[in-house]
């Protein structure tokens, strides 16, 4: 079993549709990181955190550290928004990482 | 403030060879971590440094090593190639003094493929 699982792996979506991305852990950590990939390749941090909730836009991230659960939420999606996120959690130096979520975004 | 650097882009390199890839952190930043993804094993851990000293290895066969020079920026190296070899390495670069509990930075990666 991985050491995190992301759910669903792919989602296909209409454009301005609320989206939840899901990420569960069996490991101790000391941050959850959310990760967003597009097809060339580069990785862009979308947010850290180790309690609570975040907001940034219209992305929302919440983690629930007793259920070693994340949520990444998108509002009114958008094309744009179609790449794959990916979580991953952190302690000893390294990354972890979900096998990713892969979003399509349909106009 | 420029991001993380890595060069080269793309690289084709046949079976048997080696090969050098950089990173050039964000100035300011210690830490330099290097990962492959693939499609079959999806992003894993290779290495981290910091300050020039290697803190963790990730479960890779000897022919992958790497290194961190004063400045910071980090090369990594693989011999004596194999088609297994032909990933993206990604590396990121981030200012934490202890766990990884502070933003990661990555760069656009260094395709490389094996034929």
């Known amino acids: 079993k991985n050491e995190v699982e992301q759910s669903p792996q792919n989602l296909t979506a209409q454009e301005g549709e609320f989206i939840t991305i899901n990420c569960s852990y069996s490991v101790g950590i000391s941050a959850l990181h959310w990760l967003q990939q597009h097809p060339g390749g580069g990785i862009v941090s979308l947010f850290m955190l180790s309690s609570g909730k975040k907001k940034h836009g219209r992305l929302i991230a919440t983690i629930n550290i007793q259920e070693k659960h994340s949520s990444l939420h998108i509002t009114a999606s958008h094309p744009r928004d179609s790449a794959v996120y990916i979580c991953a959690v952190s302690g000893a130096q390294k990354l972890v990482f979900g096998q990713g979520t892969r979003l399509t975004i349909n106009p | 403030k420029a991001g993380v650097t890595q060069t080269p882009r793309y690289l084709i390199k046949t079976r048997g060879q080696q090969v050098t890839l950089s990173c050039s952190p964000i100035?300011?930043?210690?830490?330099v971590s290097w990962y492959q993804q693939t499609p079959g094993q999806g992003l894993q851990f290779l290495f981290e440094?910091?300050?020039?000293?290697?803190?963790n290895k990730g479960n890779f066969p000897g022919r992958f090593s790497g290194r961190q020079f004063s400045n910071s920026r980090s090369e990594m190296n693989v011999s004596t190639l194999e088609l297994g070899d032909s990933a993206l390495y990604l590396c990121a670069s981030s200012q934490q003094t202890g766990g990884m509990n502070t933003e990661a930075f990555f760069g656009q990666g260094t395709r490389l493929t094996v034929v």
């Open positions: 100035s300011g930043h210690r830490s």
């Open positions: 440094y910091f300050s020039e000293t290697q803190r």
